[in-house]
């Protein structure tokens, strides 16, 4: 009952106004170089692992967008043999598919522009526990990417990327990241003719050189020990080759201030605004996180929701946010709104803007941030899947290991200057890039 | 925020539970308002939940979208508290809140540390009794609900073909009518349309309030008496069951909106779950959902996508525990080169095949195993565990059923699958609904369109 109790701690800490207690996480690096974040819980009969690889999108090969995606989506469209046992036969999909669903396991995971994952959700009874590690093992280690399979999910895939782009939320985020990147990866998105033009090799390519230990996140919580723990890092690191780290991709380019208006038939006018703004690793986040909250990001009580939706019905949903990466990730503001009135709502959402950049939060808006992020803690580490994301993300992005437990503190340190400074440092009025898509064919 | 959810009926459908321990509890308040509660304690905090019995089926004609209407107006302040603070409150104490309404009702929740519970519950029971939205309140949030349709609806088009299947499938009754309310009926709503839903429904004894967390039942219920205890019910108006008549012959609507792949829905009429007993065709409906698509191993993926390749998506979708009427539903896109004909024949031949042949007890096993599988992995979300309870009351049930349905679905045989598949789906009782694909530019030259069968 390890969780349970750290987290009863902390709860009766925070009440009394001291420093938060968050679990208690166990790190280690594999001999071949796999950074482990483990946490012990039995409150539930239940285990998560997720295998985090540095190789994202942003590592497609040029003019083969959707490599690294497609990768990681054939990893269970077959394995090699792993041996010459029974239980070490070549898999197909077919058989791969069986096994997931007679074992009651769950894989999950994906690409981002930073990394691709795959997870693990299984019982903890040793016979589903068991046979979903050694499989995972297998899809990483082994992946056979059949010709047949990947020729089929190409059709596939593009017949879904066609039909997504007469959505106008679609068009409006692949122009907007485009636009806000240029040629640099973050800005590029898979298209018919990138996915037409990978090949197997290219698959194999992106496998053999990515998936690879040194750089890897293996995180786990679930009910076992220390040492199972242990075995099973290691049994999942074995299965990654170690290599050299993948080449670094180049420093993102500051964007010039442009507005696209893009002719579609849609009902509304699907817009986005900013430019890319932040790094994972900028101390600035934290500032930036606080300050967007009285901004946008705090849903019904924030200035944007106020003015667009409360105030004059202009929008459903209105928000901004900073989604920070590797590299420059971006702040953006996103809207819709019916399409004769793209003006005046745009019209408002600068003037907020501006107003906000000259101000910054005021005491009781400050307050009120802290005051969410802060007490509500509790709520985003209150389930092994969430937890399951606090690991991931404090080794791959290098976070310290009390990250949970300093949060508070970080958190409160935030003053409305650092606020205003760091927005003018990272959100400039004249380079920020705007894409309207819904307007009036011409 | 404040999102409509037409489908939500129909996953809580497939997602029965399960839940092992004395855990949960309940009371009625004299008022008539029921309380449930389901301690959890692995973390220090609670999901508060209050369900009222109005959704889109208790509305009338010309009021189409009134209950989601006036769930948006619920955030607006009430005598005591002003528009918006609810909203500031919850996130003051680091929570987040929300709400949904469906065909069958209209929930509100709230997610937070477990002591500012008594504060939401406060506020709960405030806006029971003491709504206070003013008409220009009302005049701006019609029109953020319009824009809302216009987001989910109007540039969406499978969300169209949906809703054009279901104004078709059923003509009287009010399952034919979108939840989130037809354009025209949301231009015409007033203030007093709002308010008289209000007064209407919002009574202690057409609500419940679902608790789950690191709480004291004790003390929950002590907290209830004290904020909800002092609420006068009134009597609700007269519901009539508006059942379907029965359907002689099959309906087909075409959709035309701007995207590449055709989409297929169909659907049957088909029996709910009354009796949680005695019933045995609801449950091998369900199981027959899961046998076709249950899993990535199921026949519509592995035949469909995988083998034949006719389908780019195939899918399968039983609801059966609702206050209204029943549909079964398969849905697709057809794949590269395949026509909406060939995938429609695709499907039937699959309900066909298991009509002719029946199922193995192999893969009845593997819809079990995903059914005990997901019992277990809802544990570790609360917000999950107080949305099975809620979702079985909403139907008309009891949260002790959840254990019974888990129980009768591991129950299903294999003839009882074959059985309900040859009994069900005739095409008397089907209703096709087709997207019919347009270029986004009206001018540039259409590709020629994959033949569409009507």
Redesign the interface.
């Known amino acids: 009952m390890r969780i349970e109790k750290f987290l009863m701690a902390s709860a009766c800490l925070l009440l009394a106004g001291l420093s938060h207690a968050g679990p208690r996480i166990e790190h280690w690096t594999t001999p071949t170089g796999a950074r482990v974040y483990f946490v012990a819980s039995d409150a539930l009969p239940l285990l998560d692992v997720q295998v985090d690889i540095p190789a994202g999108s942003a590592q497609d090969p040029q003019g083969k967008s959707g490599v690294a995606a497609i990768t990681r989506g054939l990893l269970d469209a077959g394995v090699e043999a792993a041996g010459s046992a029974a239980d070490e036969e070549a898999l197909d999909e077919e058989k791969i598919a069986g096994r997931v669903v007679d074992l009651g396991i769950k894989f999950g995971g994906g690409v981002d522009g930073d990394r691709s994952s795959l997870s693990l959700r299984t019982l903890s009874d040793p016979e589903q526990r068991n046979g979903g590690l050694a499989l995972m093992r297998r899809l990483l280690a082994a992946p056979s990417f059949p010709e047949a399979v990947l020729a089929r999910e190409k059709n596939r895939t593009i017949a879904a990327l066609q039909d997504a782009q007469t959505r106008p939320g679609t068009v409006l985020s692949r122009r907007f990241g485009a636009a806000l990147y240029g040629e640099h990866p973050y800005g590029r998105s898979a298209s018919v003719e990138s996915v037409a033009a990978i090949t197997r090799a290219d698959i194999v390519a992106f496998h053999r050189n990515n998936y690879s230990a040194n750089g890897a996140v293996i995180s786990m919580i679930g009910n076992i020990s220390r040492a199972e723990a242990e075995g099973i890092a290691l049994d999942l690191a074995a299965a990654l080759p170690s290599r050299a780290p993948a080449a670094a991709v180049p420093a993102v380019a500051p964007a010039e201030m442009q507005t696209l208006r893009i002719p579609h038939p849609s009902a509304q006018a699907h817009i986005a605004i900013g430019m890319p703004a932040v790094k994972r690793s900028d101390p600035d986040y934290y500032a930036l996180l606080v300050g967007n909250y009285t901004l946008g990001g705090g849903g019904f009580v924030s200035k944007l929701m106020q003015e667009v939706r409360e105030k004059r019905g202009y929008a459903y949903d209105v928000h901004s946010y900073f989604a920070p990466r590797k590299l420059e990730g971006p702040f953006q503001i996103g809207l819709q709104t019916r399409r004769e009135q793209t003006d005046d709502a745009l019209k408002v959402v600068h003037e907020v803007l501006a107003s906000y950049l000259k101000t910054g939060p005021s005491a009781a808006e400050l307050k009120a941030a802290k005051q969410y992020y802060i007490d509500g803690l509790s709520l985003r580490i209150d389930s092994n899947a969430k937890l399951l994301g606090y690991l991931s993300a404090i080794g791959f992005y290098d976070l310290p290991l009390t990250y949970i437990d300093d949060y508070p503190k970080l958190i409160g340190s935030i003053t409305a200057e650092q606020v205003r400074a760091a927005f003018a440092s990272h959100v400039q009025e004249n380079r920020l890039v705007t894409v309207i898509v819904g307007v009036e064919e011409k | ?1 404040k999102s409509v959810s037409a489908i939500s009926a129909l996953l809580l459908g497939l997602t029965l539970s399960l839940s092992a321990h004395a855990n949960p509890y309940e009371m009625q308040l004299r008022n008539g308002l029921r309380v449930i509660v389901k301690e959890d ?5 609670v999901v508060n939940m209050i369900w009222y019995r109005a959704g889109s089926m208790d509305e009338k004609d010309g009021y189409s979208g009134v209950a989601h209407a006036l769930e948006h107006l619920m ?1 607006k302040g009430t005598q005591k508290y002003k ?2 603070e609810f ?2 409150i919850v ?6 809140d929300n709400a949904f309404t469906s065909r069958d009702y209209t929930a509100y929740f709230q ?5 500012a519970l008594p504060k939401m519950m406060e506020l709960e029971a405030d806006r029971m009794q003491n709504l206070a939205f003013t008409k220009a309140e009302f ?10 349709r ?2 989910r609806t ?3 088009p499978h969300a169209l073909v949906y809703e054009a299947m279901n104004a078709s499938a059923f003509k009287a009754h009010p399952y034919r009518r979108p939840v989130i309310g037809w354009m025209n009926d949301l231009e015409n709503m007033s203030w007093q349309d709002a308010m008289n839903w209000y007064k209407d429904w919002y009574t202690p004894a057409n609500a419940y309030v679902v608790i789950v967390g ?1 709480v004291n039942k004790d003390e929950v219920f002590k907290l209830a008496e004290k904020y909800y205890g002092g609420i006068k019910s009134r009597p609700l108006p007269v519901r009539k069951p508006q059942l379907e008549p029965e359907q002689k012959g099959i309906k087909r609507v075409t959709i035309k909106a ?4 055709p989409y297929l829905a169909m659907a049957w009429k088909v029996p709910k779950l009354a009796d949680v007993d005695k019933d045995v065709d609801p449950y091998a409906l369900e199981v027959l959902a899961g046998v076709l698509d249950g ?3 199921a026949r519509f ?2 035949t469909l ?2 083998e034949t ?1 006719v389908a ?1 998506s195939a899918g399968a979708g039983y609801d059966g525990t609702l206050r209204g009427e029943s549909l079964f539903y398969l849905d697709g ?1 057809p ?2 080169g395949r026509s909406v004909a060939e995938l429609e024949a695709a499907l039937r031949g699959e309900l066909s095949k298991i009509q002719e042949q029946g199922v193995d007890e192999a893969e009845l096993k ?1 819809v079990k ?2 059914l ?2 997901s019992q ?2 809802k ?4 917000m999950a565990q107080a949305m099975e309870i809620g979702g079985i009351e909403a139907a008309g049930f009891h949260w002790r059923d959840i254990d019974r349905l888990l129980e009768k679905l591991k129950a299903v045989t294999a003839e009882q699958v074959q059985a309900v598949a040859k009994k069900y789906f005739s095409d008397d009782v089907l209703t096709i609904a087709t997207l019919d ?1 347009q270029p ?4 540039a030259s259409a590709k020629p369109s994959v033949p569409l069968k009507h």
């Open positions: 925020m304690h692995r973390a220090p905090t955030f528009s918006g909203n500031r996130a003051a104490a680091g929570g987040n997610i937070v540390p477990k002591r005049a701006s949030e019609i029109k953020v609900v319009m824009e809302e216009r987001m109007e540039d969406n690191d701007p995207s590449t792949l899993h990535d191993a993926a592995r996508v995988r390749r780019q896109q794949g590269e593997r195993v995903q005990v599988a277990v992995y544990r570790d979300s609360m694909p986004v530019d009206p001018k």
